[in-house]
């Protein structure tokens, strides 16, 4: 005898139609979205979450880092909720997907409980994670690292974006700065899901990603400064060229990751070269390097041959060489409970699965540090992510919301 709610199915074409409503807020260029945090398309892009959500009979807090949560009451009002949700800000030439997914994926499973009549013991939360990427303000996973408390909140205040803007001000600008203290909401589990950001779910032809673990990151901003002087008039012998730093430090990031293959990637994403004139040779450049591995000793070992080896490298150069970390985590073992609720979820429904590990970072890495937590991850074309070319068929997105969903009432404890 099924249990209730096990046939549950969410309603593909109502879950793609709000894809595509949320897609329509700060498109790209190339039809995609660039819908970055704290902009005036993030704030039109939470109003319409809001209208959603609310719509839904659930109640709205937001915290002091902008975070929205969304609760939907249990039966169980005493009980720590199950959250669940991603994030809507984009990266500047993005996708439709990346996050977003994540949280209308939740906001569809609630549609389709409260139209089935079910109810659940524990109370579910829908949550929106201020700044997952990291793209405007860094480092990434910045309110859900403030809510894990792994960074410090008037830093993450203080951070500023490439026009001297600081996050704060932003924040307040856009009117969703929050009054709940960041991390004073509990949870009993967290569940994210994900479009993959990688090739391996679509080439084995897999429907569902269990995502077991993650890799851990280090951003290392790094600045090269030289001399700024004429380009055609300064000898080339006196020439003290910060560009050359660049490039030489570029390839020596892809060298250090191509020696450590495959457990290891390494690139440089962000560059600003000063004065960045035609005809200057440049006397600054100021760029972060990307370094993941799954395994914390090999990403460990990156740094430091990047520390021991770049600084010489400069001085070669007669360049100086300054760098900072501004951003990191450690490889995510995500809850062995919550990974089981999720494969189980998959057998469930009949979809094919396999275990992964996620290459990109989420809001989920952070919250696995302070409660038990998994994702669930569906393929996308190509592999493709961080492209406004980014890409997923309806099918994909529809079974992992149904994964989501019953992971998640498995949580939760359907009652009645
Ligand atoms: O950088 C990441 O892995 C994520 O997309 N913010
Ligand atoms: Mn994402
Ligand atoms: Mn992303």
Redesign the pocket.
């Given at each position: 005898m099924a249990a209730r709610g096990d046939n549950l199915t969410i309603d593909p074409e109502r879950l793609w139609d709000s894809l595509m409503e949320m897609a329509k807020i700060g498109p790209g260029v190339r039809g995609g979205n660039n819908r970055q945090t704290l902009t005036d398309a993030d704030a039109e892009a939470r109003r319409l979450l809001q209208r959603w959500c609310e719509a839904e009979g659930m109640t709205m807090g937001v915290d002091q880092m902008g975070t929205m949560f969304f609760r939907r009451e249990g039966t169980d009002p005493g009980a720590l909720p199950v959250c669940v949700g991603s994030h809507l800000d984009t990266q500047p030439t993005g996708g439709k997907y990346?996050g977003v997914l994540g949280v209308l994926g939740a906001v569809e499973m609630v549609r389709t409980l409260n139209r089935m009549g079910v109810k659940t013991r524990r109370p579910i939360e829908v949550i929106n994670w201020t700044n997952?990427?990291?793209a405007r303000f860094a480092p990434?996973?910045l309110a859900s690292g403030v809510f894990a408390g792994v960074i410090d909140q008037a830093a993450a205040y203080a951070t500023t974006d490439a026009e001297g803007k600081t996050f704060g001000e932003e924040l307040a600008r856009i009117g969703w700065q929050g009054d709940e203290p960041v991390g004073a909401r509990r949870m009993h589990a967290f569940f994210e899901l994900h479009i993959e950001q990688g090739p391996i779910l679509e080439a084995e032809g897999v429907d569902i990603g269990v995502v077991t673990h993650g890799q851990g990151l280090r951003w290392i901003e790094c600045t090269v400064t030289g001399k700024e002087s004429h380009t055609g008039t300064t000898p080339m012998p006196l020439r003290r060229n910060a560009g050359r730093g660049l490039a030489q430090i570029t390839e020596l990031v892809h060298e250090i990751a191509m020696k450590r293959q495959p457990n290891a990637v390494g690139a440089i994403g962000h560059v600003e070269v000063h004065p960045n004139s035609r005809n200057i040779i440049p006397g600054k450049a100021v760029f972060t390097i990307d370094f993941r591995s799954h395994l914390l000793d090999v990403l460990l070992a990156m740094v430091a041959e990047f520390d021991e080896r770049a600084p010489a490298l400069c001085d070669a150069l007669g360049v100086c060489f300054e760098s900072r970390i501004v951003g990191q985590f450690d490889p995510p073992a995500f809850d062995e409970g919550c990974v089981a609720a999720v494969r189980g979820a998959a057998e469930k429904l009949g979809y094919s699965h396999r275990d992964i590990v996620s290459g990109?970072?989420?809001d989920a890495c952070w919250v696995n540090k302070i409660y038990p937590t998994a994702m669930v991850m569906c393929p996308c074309k190509d592999g493709l992510s961080?492209n406004e070319d980014e890409e997923i068929t309806p099918e994909w997105a529809a079974k992992g919301a149904n994964v989501l969903m019953h992971a998640v009432l498995e949580a939760a404890e359907v009652v009645g």
């Amino acid at each position: 005898m099924a249990a209730r709610g096990d046939n549950l199915t969410i309603d593909p074409e109502r879950l793609w139609d709000s894809l595509m409503e949320m897609a329509k807020i700060g498109p790209g260029v190339r039809g995609g979205n660039n819908r970055q945090t704290l902009t005036d398309a993030d704030a039109e892009a939470r109003r319409l979450l809001q209208r959603w959500c609310e719509a839904e009979g659930m109640t709205m807090g937001v915290d002091q880092m902008g975070t929205m949560f969304f609760r939907r009451e249990g039966t169980d009002p005493g009980a720590l909720p199950v959250c669940v949700g991603s994030h809507l800000d984009t990266q500047p030439t993005g996708g439709k997907y990346d996050g977003v997914l994540g949280v209308l994926g939740a906001v569809e499973m609630v549609r389709t409980l409260n139209r089935m009549g079910v109810k659940t013991r524990r109370p579910i939360e829908v949550i929106n994670w201020t700044n997952e990427e990291g793209a405007r303000f860094a480092p990434a996973m910045l309110a859900s690292g403030v809510f894990a408390g792994v960074i410090d909140q008037a830093a993450a205040y203080a951070t500023t974006d490439a026009e001297g803007k600081t996050f704060g001000e932003e924040l307040a600008r856009i009117g969703w700065q929050g009054d709940e203290p960041v991390g004073a909401r509990r949870m009993h589990a967290f569940f994210e899901l994900h479009i993959e950001q990688g090739p391996i779910l679509e080439a084995e032809g897999v429907d569902i990603g269990v995502v077991t673990h993650g890799q851990g990151l280090r951003w290392i901003e790094c600045t090269v400064t030289g001399k700024e002087s004429h380009t055609g008039t300064t000898p080339m012998p006196l020439r003290r060229n910060a560009g050359r730093g660049l490039a030489q430090i570029t390839e020596l990031v892809h060298e250090i990751a191509m020696k450590r293959q495959p457990n290891a990637v390494g690139a440089i994403g962000h560059v600003e070269v000063h004065p960045n004139s035609r005809n200057i040779i440049p006397g600054k450049a100021v760029f972060t390097i990307d370094f993941r591995s799954h395994l914390l000793d090999v990403l460990l070992a990156m740094v430091a041959e990047f520390d021991e080896r770049a600084p010489a490298l400069c001085d070669a150069l007669g360049v100086c060489f300054e760098s900072r970390i501004v951003g990191q985590f450690d490889p995510p073992a995500f809850d062995e409970g919550c990974v089981a609720a999720v494969r189980g979820a998959a057998e469930k429904l009949g979809y094919s699965h396999r275990d992964i590990v996620s290459g990109a970072g989420h809001d989920a890495c952070w919250v696995n540090k302070i409660y038990p937590t998994a994702m669930v991850m569906c393929p996308c074309k190509d592999g493709l992510s961080h492209n406004e070319d980014e890409e997923i068929t309806p099918e994909w997105a529809a079974k992992g919301a149904n994964v989501l969903m019953h992971a998640v009432l498995e949580a939760a404890e359907v009652v009645g």
